[in-house]
């Protein structure tokens, strides 16, 4: 009986988080023009970041996915210029 051994790679890895991020950068880029991101179609995302349109469908399982995951991403990116800046994350009361 065979086992089957995973195959990590730091390189492969490196890449998928590097296409996610152009992925979602070009996201960013083209809502600033657009109204609604529903405006904004996943051919117009491929060509912004550079990859094949079936690429963002790799990442992420539908356009409402990749949206999901736009506004984590994009709290992170602001949390991180805040924090760059010296200014303090305000605490939401619950």
Same mark, same amino acid.
């Given at each position: 009986?065979s086992?089957?051994?995973?195959?990590?790679?730091?390189?492969? @890895? @490196?890449? +998928?988080? @590097?296409? $996610?991020?152009?992925?979602?950068?070009?996201?960013?880029e083209?809502?600033? /023009?657009?109204? %609604?991101? !529903?405006? *904004? /179609? +996943? @051919?117009a995302?491929?060509?912004?970041?550079?990859v094949?349109?079936? +690429? *963002?469908?790799?990442?992420?399982? +539908?356009? !409402? !996915?990749?949206?999901?995951?736009? #506004?984590? #991403?994009?709290?992170? $990116?602001i949390?991180?210029?805040?924090? $760059?800046?010296? *200014?303090?994350?305000?605490t939401? %009361?619950?």
């Amino acid at each position: 009986m065979s086992s089957v051994r995973a195959y990590n790679s730091p390189l492969r @890895e @490196e890449k +998928t988080r @590097e296409t $996610r991020e152009a992925i979602l950068a070009a996201l960013f880029e083209l809502m600033d /023009s657009a109204s %609604a991101p !529903d405006e *904004i /179609s +996943t @051919e117009a995302i491929a060509q912004k970041a550079g990859v094949q349109r079936r +690429t *963002i469908f790799r990442h992420f399982a +539908t356009k !409402d !996915d990749l949206l999901a995951a736009f #506004w984590p #991403w994009l709290n992170a $990116r602001i949390g991180a210029a805040m924090q $760059r800046h010296g *200014i303090e994350m305000p605490t939401l %009361a619950a």
